[in-house]
């Protein structure tokens, strides 16, 4: 049983355990399965993996626990798909993700102590005030970023953006002075992560 | 991303990003596969057991 970690370039010769399969013009790198732990340490591992062959070629991550039985198998798996592949390889190439999200912080820069909504009113108005927030977040970082998509959740923004390489020094510096022109938000950014958001189209 | 080496709240967020972009990203492989979803399942129980041994480092409040 084998691990699919990654689709990258045809040709591709990463260093053992992991192998390349060839298939449809592009390569399927995999690697033999190990028990994952599932705990942090277990996960981090499993990024690092992915990082140092990010370091060395352009990749789209398979998704997490994704097994097949053998070389052949992981070939079949691909098959059919390689050009469309090649196109998400491409939009990636050279750039690397980044994640934002959008809080409010958790404690107000104000002396005076934060108005706690007391009617539904209030409540659509503080919420209303939050969106335009990191509205104006979401459209500041889209204008340095190749691609952006929005994640589900409860906060205000939760958002990956493809950035590349060379810009990802001044998307950190504008993060940092949106930061400072919201100090009612917390910002969060963390990466670079391998491209993990951007590796199927858009439905 | 690198292991984060900086505050728990900094770990935190990090492994928050990094469960949503395992769990919900990366190329989906349709056919003949084996989904480690035990695994997954694990995760989830094992990221709630973190948030909570965080919320338990916070001082009691006081009586």
Excluded at chain 1, 19 to 27: I, L, M, N, R, W
Excluded at chain 1, 83 to 108: F, G, I, N, P, T
Excluded at chain 2, 6 to 23: C, F, I
Aim: hydrophobic share 50%.
């Amino acid at each position: 049983v084998i691990d699919l970690l990654a689709i990258t370039d045809a040709g591709a010769r990463p260093v053992p355990p992991i192998v390349a399969v060839q298939s449809d013009g592009v390569a399927v790198l995999c690697a033999p399965s190990t028990d994952v732990q599932p705990d942090a340490a277990g996960l981090w591992q499993h990024e690092e993996r992915l990082e140092r062959l990010m370091a060395e070629r352009p990749l789209l991550p398979v998704r997490f626990g994704t097994r097949v039985a053998d070389e052949a198998a992981a070939a079949a798996a691909v098959a059919g798909r390689g050009a469309e592949l090649m196109v998400r390889l491409d939009h990636v190439r050279d750039a690397v993700e980044l994640a934002v999200r959008v809080r409010m912080a958790e404690s107000e820069p104000e002396p005076e102590p934060a108005i706690e909504p007391t009617s539904g009113a209030e409540y659509l108005r503080a919420r209303t005030a939050q969106k335009h927030a990191a509205n104006a977040v979401r459209e500041a970082l889209d204008a340095l970023a190749r691609d952006s998509r929005e994640h589900a959740g409860s906060e205000p923004l939760r958002a990956a953006y493809l950035v590349e390489h060379g810009a990802v020094e001044a998307f950190v510096e504008r993060v940092r002075e949106l930061q400072a022109e919201h100090p009612e938000l917390a910002i969060l950014c963390t990466g670079p992560w391998p491209p993990y958001s951007f590796a199927e189209a858009l439905a | 991303m690198s292991v984060p080496t900086s505050s728990l709240a900094e770990q935190d967020v990090a492994l928050v990003d990094l469960l949503d972009r395992l769990l919900a990203g990366g190329v989906v492989i349709a056919g003949e596969i084996t989904l480690a979803v035990a695994d997954i399942d694990l995760v989830r129980v094992s990221l709630r057991a973190l948030i909570s041994s965080v919320a338990s480092l916070d001082p009691p409040p006081q009586p």
